[in-house]
């Protein structure tokens, strides 16, 4: 009887469902479920759904003065909040005047609903850096007096897409000392990539501020909410990202004198009868070319890859080698085993990702490791005590005659584990090995929190660029399996075959 090949048909089955799901995706991205009206007044938006990030959380009590009775719903990334209203998921989200032409370039049929609110734009720094407080507050008087930030509004803002600038700060000397800059560049027009260079209004800024004063900026690039917990830890002495400033927030931050001003107004989406409309086919050439080939980012992923590809071999390798030598030292320590324990229970019932911050900004807060060094540190630590946990109920599966029998044979305690009980204890502990391997290389998308551009970050920064989510996800969820489908194959390979495989 012909066997039949379930994991090659799964692999087809998942692949097949991918296909059928960009189809869905892209028919569906095409249309909107926006009421028959145009709205025409920030008051329309009374009594409807209003999409905000959570960064944005601080202006709740701005925006129910002008719209008392919107529902607010608050998700995780300001960028995504045009892509829901652009597809019907909203009824409008909130937004810095500034950024409508930015929207605009790829979603033309959102537009804004000016309110009365204004907010002013700052810088953020840390407790230990008010030295570069004053000399960048005295820098936004002078440069004000000379009509610099009028220039920068003209650039970036009004004429937003007709610059070419781009800013390389390693061309800076820093005769006079440097300071660590923590910014999230998805912000067009004030902060975003054009290659490897930055652009934006405030990198401009950044730019002038620091020939100006002879300090150079060591960049790290994270994501926003990231930023603000290294301005509170220290570990950056200056933070900017169109920081709105509030009342609210100024207790818990140091903000710089205001250096703009901007409005907030409430981006809507057009009625379908009033959209103008591409083919699905000119859509989707469209959407692939911006995604993937302008500006070369399918580069950009693929160094992504690469990154999320060193923390899981480097921190599996780590952590496997750890937790087998571990195992072998508890070996003679038993007592060692009740604290091994507690330590292993206690973070399995942490989220890596609070671990990680943990780790980066309060444990290493004051040193010059990097979010890549200290991830890999992390989960190896972290996958050391799941390498020990799974050895050591693998042993236990094997039946203790096994090591008797190799001691009456004359082996001693480590050639009777390496020789007799290890092997035995294979069949249990491969297969959950494997998994593990899959979870953590799963888990490293979190690493973007503490300034790693692997490959979920750079798939963020895509979105952040191009106000898209359908092909930098779909591209982002190929390249982790594709990435999980070899790993699985290697170990499987290693241990010859003779495996569950998953």
Known sequence: MEKINIKGSADNLFFGAIVLGIVIGMLCGCSTENSSKAMTSYKDLDGKQLIISVSNASYEEEIKAVVPNAKIRYITNYYDTFIMVSQGLGDGAFVFASFEKAMQQTYPNLYCLMTPIEVPVVAGFSEKAQDLRKKFNAYVATAKKEGFFDSLYVKWIRNYGTSTSAFDFDDLKGENGEFVLGVDVVAPPYEYMVGDSYAGFEMEMLYDFSKRSGLKPKIVRTMY?????????????????????????????????????????????????????????????????????????????????????????????????????????????????????????????????????????????????????????????????????????SVQAVPVGQAEAGLALGYTEYQTLFKIVLPQAAKFFLPVYKGNVIAYLKATAVVGYVAVEDLTKVGDIIRSQTFEAFFPLIAVALLYYILARIIIALLDKVAGGKHDKR
């Not at 103008?276 to 693929?302: A, E, G, T, Y």
Request: hydrophobic share 45%.
């Open 225 to 393: 909410n990231a930023v603000v917990a290294g301005l509170s830890t220290g570990k950056f002495d200056m933070g900017v990202g169109a920081y709105g400033y509030t009342e609210e927030r100024a207790l818990g931050m140091s903000f710089s004198d205001p250096f703009f001003a901007d409005s907030v107004c409430f981006m809507v989406s057009r009625p379908e009868d009033l959209q103008k409309s591409k083919p699905f086919v000119d859509k989707f050439k469209d959407s692939f070319h911006k995604n993937f080939i302008q500006n070369s980012r399918w580069k950009n992923l693929l160094k992504g890859l690469g990154v999320t590809l060193v923390i899981t071999v480097s921190s599996v390798g780590l952590g496997t080698l750890l937790g087998l030598l571990l195992y072998i030292l508890c070996g003679k320590r038993k007592s060692w085993d009740k604290g091994i324990s507690f330590v292993f229970d206690t973070f399995e019932s942490l989220p890596i990702l609070v671990v990680l911050m943990i780790a980066y900004y309060v444990i290493f807060g004051n040193s010059s490791l990097g979010g890549t060094m200290v991830s890999i540190i992390v989960f190896g630590f972290v996958f050391m005590l799941a390498t020990y946990n799974m050895i050591k109920l």
